[in-house]
């Protein structure tokens, strides 16, 4: 079983920043692509940026420009940088590695970090 873990949430005034971290015990070999994704209270839960093991990334039009994401293949982690943080970011958000394995795509996914946007 793939362990993954997020730190970095917390409670962060509106146009501040914040650094969500996420580590994972699978083997870096086996690692496709890795994201953050997020669920606010009613809503269903959405992509906020991928980034394959090659580099490509893909962001959310909602956090286009304010979110960076990043990836250390060496130490099997993915960093999510998310500035100018406003109101409407603030949910659970979890980050999901997805594996290719014989073929198949799995995901794993932790338990999530709160993030919470508010003056």
């Known amino acids: 079983q793939v362990q993954v873990v997020e730190s970095g949430g917390g409670l962060v005034q509106p146009g501040g920043s914040l650094r969500l971290s996420c580590t994972n015990s699978?083997?870096?070999?086996?690692?496709?692509?890795m994201g953050w994704y997020r669920q606010a209270p009613g809503k269903q839960r959405e992509l906020v940026a991928l980034?394959?093991?090659?580099?490509?990334?893909t962001y959310a039009d909602a956090v286009k420009g304010r979110c960076t994401i990043s990836t250390d293949n060496a130490k099997n982690m993915v960093d999510l940088q998310m500035n100018s943080l406003k109101p409407e970011d603030t949910a659970l958000y979890y980050c999901?590695?997805?594996?290719?394995?014989?073929?198949?795509?799995?995901?794993?996914w932790g338990q999530g970090t709160q993030v919470t946007v508010s003056s």
């Open positions: 699978a083997s870096s070999s086996s690692i496709y692509v």
């Open positions: 999901k590695v997805q594996l290719l394995r014989s073929g198949y795509l799995i995901d794993y």
């Open positions: 980034i394959t093991k090659g580099g490509t990334t």
